[in-house]
Each structure stands twice: as structure tokens, then as C-alpha cells.
């Protein structure tokens, strides 16, 4: 069966400040979503600049401190 005539699933999601379209084919389409999900909620607790909980934002968090120590220092 081509692409074509399978059904497509999809979904309109946001994350990352994004607007993310998603459009799978196939027999796992539902599977191939459902873990996308998860590998895209994964990416924004990590690396997100906008989620108040992401690592990025704890690590910039952290360095700000360091340099506000090293400037109190000099």
C-alpha cells in the first residue's frame, strides 16, 4: 500500500515554543507518535531556554552564580 492510500495520524502539538506538525504512515503510526512525544518532551526538559525546570535553564542558573562570585572576587 503506498503512502498515499494509508491512513495518516496526526497531531498538532507545542513545545519548545514551537508550533510542531506531525503526520506518520504506516502500520506503527501510532507507536512512532506516542513515542515522539516522549522524545520531544525529553529534548524540552532538557534543553529548553523557556522551561522554568529544564537542565539548560539550571546550568545557566548555576553559571550566572559562579560569575556573580568571581566578579564579587575582582
Not at 497531531?11 to 512512532?32: K, L, P, R, S, W
Request: negative net charge.
Amino acid at each position: 500500500m503506498s503512502k498515499t492510500q494509508q491512513k495518516a495520524v496526526t497531531q498538532v502539538d507545542f513545545a519548545m515554543n514551537t508550533v510542531i506538525n506531525y503526520c506518520f504512515y504506516g502500520e506503527n503510526a501510532e507507536d512512532a507518535l506516542a513515542e515522539r512525544r516522549e522524545l520531544v518532551d525529553e529534548l524540552e526538559h532538557t534543553l529548553s531556554a523557556t522551561w522554568a525546570g529544564s537542565d539548560l535553564l539550571k546550568l545557566d542558573d548555576a553559571l550566572a552564580s559562579v560569575d556573580n562570585f568571581v566578579a564579587e572576587k575582582l
